[in-house]
């Protein structure tokens, strides 16, 4: 049997389970990296962060496609508008998380987040008529109540904050069955494929809104003052990690499901909050 372009990049010899190791392992490599980053160098810009990381994947999947590692699919302007829309997703998402963060404490952020496999179900249920079991809905509860015992805390909010952190977790599924459906129905895009779209588009509305927050106007006045070679390199490998951990999560979405993908981000919750009290 032959292997098509579209095959090469993901082993159709691993199973759904690996991918999710792939997952957590890169997931929680990229965010002890990415607090590595901002404490040796005090480089507290997050919009430029997300900049690189959409650059990075950007350039890293056309790279795999210049070397015909996969092939893009031919899509019409409605297929083009999809994945416009996505990716102001993709960026609106990111957005409302990082404002949220300002008006609530961190302990409640992680505990309203926990409820996206709810939302993820709520979305499957009324758009896609995807029906779960009762054991589906039971088992979710010490997946909720776990995030909730393991960032117990200050549970503090404004009613704005409240609200924000309401719709990202909303947004937040939303865009995990977006990625999961593109994948698998309609569109059927490979995972690259999907990244290669996605990337260019959201890396400039990235960069748009550093540019309305005046973050850019600060990070040109670091970058006369404070740049080195060493946060370069540290940067460049940021961005790598971040390439990586894109294409096995838009991988490890299309091989489990929106359901499976929102409850691992509960798991990584977990294991994040362990990882805080490490640095």
């Known amino acids: ?26 997931n929680l490599g990229l965010t002890l990296y990415n607090k590595a980053v901002m404490q040796l160098f005090d480089f507290g810009f997050p919009w430029t962060l997300t900049g690189i990381h959409t650059l990075f994947g950007a350039v890293g999947s056309y790279l795999l496609y210049l070397f015909g590692v996969f092939k893009p699919r031919k899509l019409g302007e409605r297929e083009s508008t999809v994945m416009l829309a996505f990716s102001v997703l993709y960026t609106l998402n990111i957005a409302i998380s990082n404002v949220s963060l300002h008006l609530v404490t961190v302990p409640f952020h992680q505990v309203v987040r926990a409820m996206t496999p709810l939302f993820t179900i709520g979305l499957s249920v009324a758009f896609f008529k995807i029906t779960y079991s009762k054991m589906t809905y039971i088992s979710l509860l010490p997946v909720i109540f776990g995030v909730a015992f393991a960032t117990f805390g200050d549970y503090y909010f404004t009613g ?8 990202g977790t909303l947004l937040a599924a939303i865009k ?19 990244l290669y779209r996605m990337s260019p588009l959201a890396c400039m509305q990235t960069i748009m809104y550093a540019y309305m927050t005046g973050e850019l106007e600060a990070v040109s006045i670091f970058v006369r003052t404070e ?34 993908m929102t409850v691992a981000g509960n798991i990584y919750r977990v294991q994040g909050e362990g990882a805080k009290s490490e640095i």
């Open 1 to 26: 049997m032959s292997v098509t372009q579209a095959e090469l990049p993901l082993n159709a010899s691993y199973s759904p389970a690996a991918w999710l190791v792939l997952y957590f392992f890169f």
């Open 160 to 167: 704005m904050g409240f609200f924000l952190t309401i719709l």
């Open 176 to 194: 995990t069955v977006v990625t999961n459906k593109v994948q698998t129905s309609g569109l059927k895009l490979h995972p690259l494929d999907l």
């Open 227 to 260: 740049m080195s070679w060493p946060l370069v390199i540290a940067l460049a490998v940021n961005g790598v990690i971040a390439f990586f951990l894109n294409v096995v999560s838009f991988t490890a979405n299309k091989k489990t499901s929106a359901l499976t």
